[in-house]
């Protein structure tokens, strides 16, 4: 049946005769098996959306679609994490000292504690070469170890994806963190 379905489709698509010629010719080839008027009408029903397929498929997109498609793309910080970010930095003013680690109400749940294990999935060579070289620049200036390891089991793992983002702190288990276009630069 499927055979038969394909060679259908494959003489359907091919042929230079009219839409209702091919839709003769496969119903003949057809009108045998099981469900084949069920497939004229499906393929009828297809013809007769074709333009509304062809300007769904190439229609461009309006400025609000747009815009409301580049606010998700590039939101990876949750808005509750902003406004907790925010309400930190705003409540600690001047009592944070130079170098001091942020702490809030879930020290040190989310803190890198033995720290910072980090592989990578899809990276291109040039984000592993960043990468790396960032982690090391972080282990140097900074009291925190960084070390790559794809069996620990918190761990960042570093992906080619839309634009430059991760998590904020550890959350536990594999994190992403994306390097992507226009990310390879320390």
Known sequence: ??????????VFVCS??????????????????????DTMEFLKKLRSMEKEIEEEYFAKPNAEEMKAMEASTWSHVWTEQADKILEDITNNKGNRKKRQAYRDENYPKFLWSNGVNFAFHNSTSVARRVFTRAAAMWSWDTCINFGETDRAKDKIVVVKSEGCWSYIGRIGGSQALSLGAGCESV
């Open 16 to 37: 230079e005769k009219s839409f209702e010629e091919k839709l003769r010719e496969g119903n003949q080839l057809l009108k045998n098996e099981p469900h084949a008027d």
């Open 1 to 10: 049946m499927r055979i038969l379905l394909l060679l259908f489709f494959a």
